[in-house]
């Protein structure tokens, strides 16, 4: 598959929570990047970790990257109403293509 | 940021004609834009690498006949989907890197076309 998995594939929670969101991927990365996109429209980059990275912070976003197992993990904290979205990994592979590949997804609602 | 317009942003059509979508940088020089395609509550799937005065890279499975992509300037890329039928009806993103190499590593979104055939 040319995709990395991600879960939950859905997500639900109020306000105020916290959300996690889980990315795997298949081949070696130069870096990892998150992309956030509302409904029918286009993409929102978020933020890049690269592969000799391990965690990084950008205001409510703390991004993490485990190159040994190939993940990567997403956490927004203190949601609000206007986090609904649907939430993206893309790998950057190593083999330099410049191509990025995309997860499959989460949809997150946050709940007022 | 670095702005991607893409237009248009929706456009119905009838079986069998062609429809065009440009994707064009706005204050920045892109060297290679990339499209992909998006069925609803699905991922972006990459169909092809647009490089600036060469020939665009098809991923596999998807139909260079199919989806014409020309990209002859540093500022614009555009995807023509041939002779559409329903099944092409889909959700179609451009992107753009700023500049060349990995140095620019993050893309730059348009904001979509969402094409429907008739």
């Known amino acids: 598959s040319q995709q990395g998995e991600e879960d939950p594939q859905a997500l639900s929670i109020q306000e105020g929570e916290n959300a996690t969101m889980n990315c795997s991927y298949k081949?070696?990365?130069?870096?990892l990047q998150w992309y956030r996109q509302n409904s029918g429209r286009g993409l929102v980059h978020l933020i890049l970790?690269?592969?000799?990275?391990r965690e990084k912070h950008s205001g409510r976003l703390r991004v993490t990257l485990d190159t040994s197992k190939k993940s990567s993990s997403l956490l927004i904290t203190a949601s609000r109403a206007a986090d609904t979205a649907s939430y993206f990994c893309a790998t950057d592979s190593a083999s330099n293509t410049g191509k990025l590949i995309f997860g499959q997804g989460t949809t997150l609602q946050v709940k007022p | 940021g670095a702005v991607v317009s893409q237009h248009p942003s929706w456009v119905i059509c009838k079986s069998g004609t062609s429809v065009k979508i440009e994707c064009r940088s706005l204050d920045f020089q892109a060297t290679t834009m990339f499209w992909y395609r998006q069925f609803p509550k699905q991922s972006l799937m990459l169909m092809a690498t647009?490089?600036?005065?060469?020939?665009?890279?098809?991923e596999q499975g998807v139909e260079k006949d199919k989806f014409l992509i020309n990209h002859a300037s540093l500022t614009l890329s555009t995807l023509t989907v041939t002779s559409a039928h329903p099944e092409d009806s889909s959700f179609y993103i451009c992107?753009?890197?700023?500049?060349?190499?990995?140095?620019?590593?993050?893309?730059?979104f348009g904001s979509g076309t969402q094409l429907s055939v008739l």
């Open positions: 970790i690269r592969s000799n990275e």
């Open positions: 992107s753009a890197r700023s500049g060349k190499g990995t140095k620019n590593e993050k893309l730059f």
């Open positions: 081949t070696s990365i130069n870096n």
């Open positions: 647009s490089n600036e005065g060469s020939k665009a890279t098809y």
